[in-house]
Structures are given as structure tokens and as C-alpha cells.
């Protein structure tokens, strides 16, 4: 029998998709420091350990959809987070801006891509 968390993941992947392909769209503008500043921001959100700015979309669709998906199974929503941070700290790896070749790219993008 699938759970209840089971049933929700895809969707929630999805909203997870969504959500880091915009967050890289605003933070590609910023500098590396201030995107930093912003993923961690949403990081500590994700995690439940700030509350948001509810005027800012980034801010509230992070922290109620991981809040939401914590309210139904916690180990899970840590995992899925995990493999979230991996990305985000892909993005603001200061190696991301040294990639001078073709072969440094695509190792980069391959720790983008969050694979551990």
C-alpha cells in the first residue's frame, strides 16, 4: 500500500522543480555573495528554522511546502531537502564561476545536477 507521503512525492518534486528553476532565474542576477545570502535564506526556511516573509513568494511557497510535507512524514522531507541543498550549494560554489573549459562545465553541472 503507497502512503499517504508516497502519493504526494511526485507532486511535490515537481513543486520543488519549479521552484529552484525560478530561485536560479532571480538569484543568476545576483552577485555570488547575494545569492548565497538568498539560498541560504530559503534553506534555513526549508528547514523550518525561520518563518517568511509572506509578501515574498520565494519565501512562503518554500516554507509551506516543506512544512507541509513534514506534517506527513519528517525522514522523507529530510531526504528530499538534502538532495535540494546539494543543488543549492552547487549554485553558489565559487568553482561555478572558474569553469574555463569544457571539462570543468560539465563537472560543475554535474554538481549541479545534485549528484553526490
Not at 525560478?22 to 518563518?51: C, H, P, T, W
Request: glycine letters at 6%; aromatic letters at 8%; a negative charge.
Amino acid at each position: 500500500m503507497v502512503s499517504a507521503f508516497q502519493s504526494l512525492v511526485p507532486k511535490w518534486e515537481a513543486e520543488k522543480g519549479l521552484v529552484l528553476m525560478q530561485i536560479q532565474d532571480v538569484a543568476e542576477n545576483m552577485s555570488l555573495e547575494e545569492g548565497k545570502a538568498f539560498y541560504y535564506r530559503l534553506i534555513n526556511l526549508a528547514k523550518g528554522k525561520a518563518l517568511p516573509n509572506r509578501e515574498d513568494p520565494y519565501e512562503w511557497i518554500t516554507y509551506d511546502t516543506f512544512a507541509a510535507m513534514r506534517a506527513v512524514d519528517e525522514h522523507l522531507t529530510k531526504d528530499v531537502l538534502q538532495d535540494a541543498i546539494l543543488c543549492v550549494e552547487a549554485q553558489v560554489d565559487e568553482a561555478r564561476n572558474q569553469c574555463v573549459g569544457m571539462g570543468t562545465l560539465l563537472k560543475q553541472r554535474y554538481k549541479e545536477g545534485g549528484v553526490r
